[in-house]
Each structure stands twice: as structure tokens, then as C-alpha cells.
């Protein structure tokens, strides 16, 4: 691999109807052999995973970047989230248990967590590999089987992880990598075989997976976008708040489901917040992601770099001020001159009604707007379809809690953002899509509980 913007790094073929089936079946397979391990089994492989991902962390950072057009610095970061991830549900493999209950007249009943079968991922462009970790881990862990399908803008690394599985120990078969677009995913979420699918992506696209899965009767999580808060409080840590703001807004080019992009002021600091924001964003290095100062990479693709400037310029027709960016950038290296490569933008004078701030643009654009209130700044912040995340900056700790408590937003920040750990569910609210990733809720959401009940004595018919 090398950096080639613009150009074709590889092709790969679609998976056809044919190929999904034969992925499924050989998953099924697979499932009969590892469903049957015990879970301390289990989490040996998938230590081993996380072992030869960790050692070859650079190498898959490296693909990370090609793939997806982040910086190696952000890369390295998803790599060693990844196999934190996998190592996280191999600790917990072998604690994976039902409940003993005790009935009357010596009688007992007892539950079993047991595995749902052949699960589906299908996982978005923006963290390729980290997704493809969120979903698979918990779902290995369980002792299910899955077929992955990654995004068609980055289909590559996720197939360095079906081999590293397959290196680690795990039957053929188990994780299974298809590619495709639309119609790949139709013909998984319309598989018979299938038991479960987990989703990030869009909300549009998760209407169509959620009526597909419907008709097979398969529970779903489904992890959408967003267009959350970022509440800026008057008594905040000035700069904190402003790496707080940078941190919600530019990471993998603005390309976050996540991303704090409606940030909430107080107007007393308003001024204070925007000169220092927009200094800072000035600075942000942009070019060749693989180079160890660059901070922002490339957008995915020439589409979506056009769609976020469409954004841009309604916001400046609709009275929002371009405070900084917003303009392509060609990097001075001129094997970067067909990158897609644009300038981190802060909009001011923006208000709740521009399109800018309702809708999600999903690349570097931080829209800022005033408060006065509290009470008026939560109201605002819930105002949305979308209920993914939402973050508060202040030095009142009571005032953090409450605020945090009103909204209505599946992953909270105080003093900080854009952190995950994979101790910790993650998931949204409302059009955010729910079920949970990473921590013990994801147990809940590939595993399915069986109730035995043990009669001591002899039946009591009442006929």
C-alpha cells in the first residue's frame, strides 16, 4: 500500500447472493464448533487476537489510513481500541452465566445465556476497524459466529481482521468477511440463517435494515447518526472547553456519528470561546495523513466533500459567518493534489433553524451559538430528532450532573469528549437507534436467555 488520493487502491468484487449464502452457511458451521466451547476456551482465542493485533499494530494503522484517509496518529488510536475491545470480552467469556433460583417444595429453576447463532455486522466507513472490533467481540465472546460487511468506500482492513481470527484459533469460518454495497446487505438481512443484526451507518439506511429484519422477526442495534450538544458554561476550564470543542468536532475529519457540532456557548465567554477556537482551528496541520504531524486527513470520497460543502455554503445564504475554513485545501505535496482535502470550519451568528445546525453535515464544521440560561440551553440541546451524545463544560460538578441528566442523550460528557471506552455501552436515543455497543450491556444484545424449571415432586394436575 501507498498513499494515492484520488486513486483506485484496490477492487474488490461485490458478494452476490451466492456468496452471502455461502458465507452464512460456512458462519453456521463454524457456530455448531465454537457455540460448544466453554467461554474460557473462548477467551483464549480471542486473547490471542488481541495479542497479534497489538504487535502489529503499526502495520494495521498504516492500512487504517490508506483505507480510510484519517491520520496515523487517530489510526494508531482505533488500533489500540480495537484490541482493547477484544481483550475486554475475553475477560468476560468466562463469566458468562445463568442464575440458580429456588423454588418451592425443593423445586429449582436456573437460566442459560446462550448464543443467538450467525449474527450480522455491517459497519460504517469512519472507524472501519474499530467496528468491525465493537460488534465481533462481544458477539465472539457469546460464542456466536459472524459475516461482516464493511463499507464499500473501506473494504480492506476489516480482512486483515478475518485473518488475524483465523491465525488466533477460531473454527474457518466463524468471522466471515463479505463486500458489497445496498444489495449485499439486503441478501444478509434477508438470509434466513441469520439471528441478528447490528448496524452503524445512517438513519435512512437503518429504516431499510430495520423493515428487513422485521420481516424475519431479527432483533437489531442500530447505531445512527447524530447532531449533538456541546455545552459550553461561562465557569468552564477556558481551554479545556476549547480542546473539549476541537475534540468533538475534527477528529477522522468530522466524520463522527458522535461529534458535539451544535456547540452551546454562554454569551458572557462567547467571544472569548470563538477568538480561541478559531485560532486553534487555524492551526490544525492538514495533508499527508501518514506523516506523524499531521492532524486531519482526507474526507472519504469526492461525493461527500462536495455534500459537506453544499452545507457550507446554504449556511452562509441562510446568515451564519464563515469564522474560518470551510474553503478546499490542496496540500503543497503535489501527489496530494486530487486529495480530498478541505479546511476545518467554525461557523458563527449561527441560529437553532439553519439547516447547518438541524441536520448532520458529518465533516469538519462546528457550528457555535449563544445562550443565556440553563433551563433555555437544555430546552435547545433536546431539540433534535437525534439523540446520540451530548457534552457539558463547567467547574459546577451539581450543575454537570443535572444538566447531563436532562438530556436526552445516550453518551455523556463532562469536561470532555469523544472518548470510548469499551468498558462503556455505547449508544443513543430517539433517532440515534438503540441497543447498545461495548461494555457488559452489548452481552445483552448477542446473547438470549433460556429458563429451565425443575420439578422436585410430583405434578399437581388440576384436571
Known amino acids: ?7 483506485v487502491i484496490c477492487k474488490l468484487l461485490c458478494s452476490g447472493e451466492k456468496e452471502v449464502d455461502l458465507a452464512v452457511q460456512s458462519a453456521k458451521a463454524a457456530f455448531k464448533i465454537w457455540s460448544q466451547m466453554s467461554g474460557m476456551e473462548r477467551s483464549r482465542v480471542l486473547l490471542e487476537a488481541a495479542r497479534i493485533i ?41 463469566s458468562l452465566a445463568g442464575e440458580h433460583i ?12 446462550e448464543p443467538l447463532g450467525v449474527c450480522v455486522g455491517i459497519g460504517a466507513w469512519n472507524y472501519p476497524f474499530q467496528i468491525a472490533c465493537w460488534k465481533s467481540a462481544p458477539a465472539l465472546a457469546c460464542g456466536n459466529a459472524m459475516v461482516f460487511k464493511p463499507s464499500p468506500f473501506t473494504p480492506v482492513s ?32 434477508h438470509h434466513p440463517d441469520v439471528a441478528k443484526i447490528s448496524f452503524t ?58 461529534n458535539g457540532t451544535r456547540v452551546f456557548v454562554e454569551r458572557k465567554i462567547l467571544d472569548a470561546f470563538t477568538k480561541e477556537v478559531v485560532k486553534r482551528t487555524q492551526k490544525i496541520k492538514i495533508g499527508d495523513p501518514l506523516l506523524e504531524d499531521t492532524r486531519m486527513g482526507a474526507l472519504i470520497n469526492r461525493p461527500h466533500l462536495d455534500r459537506v460543502q453544499g452545507f457550507i455554503k446554504q449556511a452562509k445564504e ?15 505535496d503535489p501527489k496530494l493534489k486530487n486529495g480530498y482535502y478541505m479546511r476545518p470550519c467554525v461557523l458563527g451568528n449561527c441560529t437553532d433553524d439553519m439547516t447547518c445546525v438541524k441536520e448532520e453535515i458529518f465533516g469538519p464544521v462546528m457550528s457555535i451559538l449563544p445562550f443565556d440560561t440553563e433551563e433555555e440551553v437544555v430546552e435547545r440541546a433536546n431539540n433534535t430528532k437525534f439523540g446520540l451524545a451530548g457534552g457539558v463544560f463547567t467547574r459546577d460538578i451539581q450543575k454537570a450532573h443535572r ?35 461495548n461494555g457488559r450491556a452489548a452481552i445483552e444484545y448477542y446473547s438470549q436467555l433460556k429458563t429451565v424449571c425443575v420439578e422436585m415432586g410430583d405434578v399437581e394436575s388440576v384436571f
Open 1 to 7: 500500500f501507498k498513499m494515492c488520493p484520488g486513486r
Open 54 to 94: 497489538r504487535e502489529q499494530r503499526e502495520e494495521i494503522a498504516t492500512m487504517e489510513t490508506i483505507n480510510n484517509g484519517k491520520s496515523i496518529f487517530e489510526a494508531r488510536v482505533d488500533i489500540d481500541i480495537s484490541w482493547q475491545c477484544l481483550e475486554y470480552y475475553a475477560g468476560l467469556a468466562g
Open 102 to 113: 429456588q423454588l418451592p417444595g425443593g423445586s429449582f429453576g436456573y437460566t442459560r445465556r
Open 158 to 189: 476489516v480482512v486483515r481482521l478475518a485473518e488475524i481470527f483465523t491465525e488466533a484459533g477460531v473454527p474457518k469460518g466463524l468471522f466471515n468477511v463479505v463486500q458489497g454495497g445496498a444489495a449485499t446487505g439486503q441478501f444478509l438481512c
Open 201 to 258: 451507518g445512517s438513519v435512512p439506511t437503518g429504516i431499510k435494515i430495520m423493515e428487513m429484519a422485521a420481516k424475519g422477526i431479527k432483533p437489531v442495534t442500530l447505531e445512527l447518526g447524530g447532531k449533538s450538544p456541546l455545552i459550553i458554561f461561562s465557569d468552564c476550564a477556558l481551554e479545556n472547553a476549547v480542546n473539549g470543542a476541537l475534540m468533538a468536532n475534527f477528529l477522522t475529519q468530522g466524520e463522527v456519528c458522535c
Open 318 to 332: 441562510q446568515g451564519a459567518e464563515v469564522l474560518c475554513g470551510g474553503d478546499l485545501c490542496v496540500p503543497a
Open 403 to 437: 444538566v447531563v441528566a436532562a438530556l436526552k442523550a445516550g453518551m455523556c460528557f463532562i469536561n470532555n469528549y469523544n472518548i470510548s471506552p469499551v468498558e462503556l455501552p455505547f449508544g443513543g436515543y430517539k433517532a440515534s437507534g438503540f441497543g447498545r455497543e
